[in-house]
């Protein structure tokens, strides 16, 4: 069965886009459940299958519809409750997370002990705030690699890192291949130094 992990933030994407489909805002508080099944036919499956592949903002947008046409009111209601938090947190990591910060230079920025700034972080995009840098930071350097003649020393400090041996050290682990290595394979050249 595929599982999709989406974050407040991928639903503050498609929210203009499906808002002229919302109930209006309910009276009351909304009880989100943990687990809520809803029903598709194989062509349904087929299409979200599709779209997992290359489109996930797509896929969402797809899947969301296609449950506001199951169940209206729930999933306004929930749409409406993943996007209600805190919008300048999320505009503020958004602009910064490139930036060679710790998580408690992001904390402070924000006036917040580090424990609450962790929870409100894990609340918003589902993981630790040094895991999702981390990726946001490997994935934005993986773009430049494959779009850019720029060299890997440029990337890491761009993307956050504060020296070549840690942006390595984490390409590596990620993708399983060094940035020099990621970018000749990427060009199809063959590559002679593993280091």
């Known amino acids: 069965m595929p599982y999709f992990d989406v974050q407040a933030a991928d639903f503050r994407a498609i929210y203009p886009d499906v808002l002229g489909l919302l109930d209006e805002v309910p009276q009351g508080r909304f009880l989100r459940e943990p687990v809520r099944i809803v029903g598709a036919d194989r062509d349904v499956l087929g299409v979200v299958l599709l779209l997992a592949e290359s489109m996930p903002v797509t896929l969402l947008r797809f899947t969301y519809v296609y449950c506001l046409g199951v169940d209206r009111h729930y999933f306004s209601a929930l749409l409406r409750h993943s996007i209600s938090g805190d919008q300048a947190f999320s505009d503020f990591i958004q602009a910064n997370y490139l930036n060679q ?95």
């Open 101 to 195: 910060w710790s998580v408690v230079r992001f904390a402070e920025a924000f006036d917040m002990p580090l424990r609450k700034f962790n929870i409100l972080f894990q609340d918003m995009y589902g993981m630790t705030a040094k895991r999702w840098l981390l990726e946001q930071r490997l994935q934005h350097a993986r773009g430049l690699l494959l779009s850019t003649p720029m060299r890997v020393l440029d990337i890491a400090l761009e993307c956050g890192f504060s020296n070549h041996a840690h942006f390595t050290d984490s390409f590596r682990r990620r993708f399983h291949c060094n940035p020099r290595q990621f970018r000749l394979r990427a060009a199809n050249k063959p590559c002679t130094d593993y280091r």
